[in-house]
Structure formats: C-alpha cells, structure tokens
C-alpha cells in the first residue's frame, strides 16, 4: 500500500470516528459522562467482587483440605486401633486354642495309664 493510501484509509478512519463521536453525542448529549462513569463504577464494583469471590473460593478450599487432612487422620488412627485390637483377640484365640497334635498325645498317654 503506498503512502497517499494510508493517509487517505487514516483520513477516512478519523472521519468515522469523528462522525461517531457526533452520532453518540446526537443520542446520548449530555448523559454520555454520566453513563461512562456510571459504567466504571459498574466495572470496579465487579472487579472487587470477583476478588472477594477468588479469596472466599481460596478460603474454603482451604478449609476443605484441612478438614480432609483432619478426616484422613482420624480414619489412620482408628484403622490402626482396628488391626491392633484385630491382632490382640487373634492372639488372645491362639492361646485358648488347643493344638490337635498335643491333644491327641495326652489322649493316648491317658488311654495307656487307664489300660495299665
């Protein structure tokens, strides 16, 4: 595109823009300031709350995780009381439990001295 086409195309641009701005000003006259800053105020009254909604997000995942470590802990701890109780009553069934072997041999030793 050569010089003199740009001018012209930037011209033309300017041209609309200006014609926009006298279209806005037809429509809107003297509320156009008063909608703008109505709309920034809209703009930063949204951006504050999406802050305030990330930090409420980021506080209750952190809570959650905290509450899930917490859970976590305590499922460990009682699991492991669990298996210790579990392991205590199959000892404590060990020790009642009469080996088959040893029975049979005193039944034998006691048929012998009943026999003689």
Do not use: C, P, W
């Not at 156009?32 to 930063?44: C, G, H, N």
């Not at 470590?69 to 205590?88: A, G, H, M, Y």
């Amino acid at each position: 595109m050569s010089k003199g086409n740009k001018e012209k195309s930037n011209q033309n641009q300017l041209e609309a823009n200006s014609k926009i701005d006298a279209i806005k000003q037809l429509i809107f006259g003297e509320n156009m300031a008063e909608y703008s800053q109505e709309f920034d105020t809209l703009k930063k009254e949204l951006e504050k709350r999406r802050h305030e909604l990330t930090d409420y997000i980021d506080d209750t995942r952190k809570e959650l995780m905290t509450a899930i470590d917490n859970l976590s802990t305590d499922v460990n701890i009682r699991i492991s009381d669990l298996e210790e109780s579990l392991n205590d009553k199959a000892t404590s069934l060990d020790e009642k439990k009469v080996d088959k072997s040893q029975l049979g041999n005193l039944l034998i030793k006691l048929g012998e001295s009943i026999k003689s």
